[in-house]
């Protein structure tokens, strides 16, 4: 028997389904596609193509697509017929075929597409996109139903979204300067990136010194890296990443959205042709352990954490991450379950600080028992928060 793969190209495809991947499309909840499609004067492309993969947006992922994407859409039709060509493969290819940061070619010439399978090949997705209804025969190929347009299509390596998108050339900016550019513009990587109010908020002093200290600089840009392109289809509450610098990111995922060490993720799944990223609203700080002889601890991560008292919202705190190693002597202490988790100053034990609806049993004020370093971003640390030196 030959593989199902080969179908298309031997030409025994009549016995397979007499429609194309067109009509397989609109029969399976892409007609707004479908449509589309025909607008922009890519159906005989498409339904000629004697061998095609197309990753079909659904009609309700047609009808998410935000409007002014709808409209800058509806109005070039040079760049619809590009997003429209970056849906289909050129080949066939079932779901089971598709490999994990695999790139394949598309009808578009430019960038290929990266597919990617998470949870042990229960989600895949194409550029992030995830595939709901996978393997729906045509006569010249097979659809897959995914979950979102995929739009843009990545055109440009992660350092060089980081340096033009004018939200995130700030950190573009710190790896310029750490002489990274080149290590994160091959392969395939996951980024957490700062955005530019994340970096601005670090105080000058720190600013600096993390500016003239390559090590430091460095460590600190690393700690955001991981191997890997992980799109947010491929995240799951709890998930443990390790970084390029060695050290672990913890991500949290609930309704109220996804946190890296305490750190709210603004954006999911921004393309480059080598990887994704995340836009986040703190810089991350390593683990550092404790000079001896002192008593603080830095750097520290801030988030507010909401007290619910009878499952009513009584008042907030802010919660502290202390980015401590296990062995230091535990720094804080307090009352209810967010403050009891600073006793152990574990980065693991933290992961239940980073849940925006973490259960308190009294409204509490954190205790937070330490000197505060010149280096502490003195201006996070404000209302709902005693520090006694
Ligand atoms: C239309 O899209 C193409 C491809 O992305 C782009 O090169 C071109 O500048 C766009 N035209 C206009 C008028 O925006
Ligand atoms: C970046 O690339 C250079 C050159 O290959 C290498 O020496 C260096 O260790 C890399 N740095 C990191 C942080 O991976
Ligand atoms: C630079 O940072 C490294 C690593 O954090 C640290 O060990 C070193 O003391 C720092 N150097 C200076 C000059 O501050």
Redesign the pocket.
């Known amino acids: 028997m030959p593989a199902p793969i080969f179908l298309c190209v031997l030409g025994v495809v009549a016995a397979v389904s007499q429609a194309n991947i067109l009509d397989t499309a609109k029969a399976s909840g892409c007609a707004k596609l479908v449509s589309i499609i025909e607008d922009a004067g890519l159906t005989s492309a498409l339904a000629n193509s004697p061998c095609a993969t197309l990753f079909a947006p659904s009609d309700a992922a047609i009808a998410a697509i935000p409007a002014d994407v709808y409209s800058m859409l509806s109005s070039n039709r040079t760049l619809l017929q590009e997003v429209l060509k970056f849906h289909a493969l050129p080949s066939k290819t079932m779901a089971a075929d598709l490999q994990n940061d695999q790139l394949l070619a598309t009808f578009s010439s430019g960038t290929k597409l990266r597919t990617n399978i998470y949870n042990g090949g229960k989600v895949v997705t194409a550029q992030g996109s995830r595939v709901i209804k996978a393997d729906l025969p045509a006569s010249n190929g097979v659809v897959h139903v995914i979950d979102r347009l995929i739009y843009p299509v990545p055109a440009l390596n992660l350092p060089l979204v980081l340096t033009f998108d004018k939200d995130l050339s700030s950190l573009g900016y710190l790896l310029y300067q750490a002489n990274?550019i080149?290590?994160f513009s091959e392969q395939s990587f996951t980024v957490f990136a700062p955005n530019n109010p994340a970096i601005a908020k670090i105080p000058g002093q720190e600013y600096n010194d993390l500016l003239m200290n390559f090590t430091e600089l460095?460590s600190v840009l690393?700690l955001h890296v991981v191997r890997g392109t992980v799109f947010s289809a491929g995240l799951t509450d709890g998930q443990k990443v390790k970084s390029?610098q060695g050290g672990t990111l913890d991500i949290h995922v609930s309704t109220d959205g996804v946190t890296v060490n305490g750190a709210k993720v603004l954006q999911t799944d921004l393309s480059a042709t080598n990887g994704v990223i995340y836009v986040i609203d703190t810089l991350l700080f390593p683990p550092k352990m404790m000079t001896s002889g002192k008593t603080f601890m830095a750097p520290i991560n801030v988030f507010e954490c909401k007290v619910h008292k009878n499952k009513r919202r009584v008042d907030h705190v802010l919660a502290v991450t202390c980015l401590q190693q296990p062995a230091v002597t535990p720094l804080g202490s307090g009352m209810g379950s967010c403050p009891t988790l600073l006793r152990s100053a574990t980065l693991s034990s933290q992961l239940s600080l980073h849940d925006s609806n973490c259960q308190c049993d009294t409204p509490s004020v954190l205790v937070i028992k330490q000197q505060r370093p010149s280096s502490m971003p003195t201006a996070k640390l404000t209302k709902g928060l005693a520090i006694t030196p």
């Open positions: 990274l080149s290590n460095t690393s390029l």
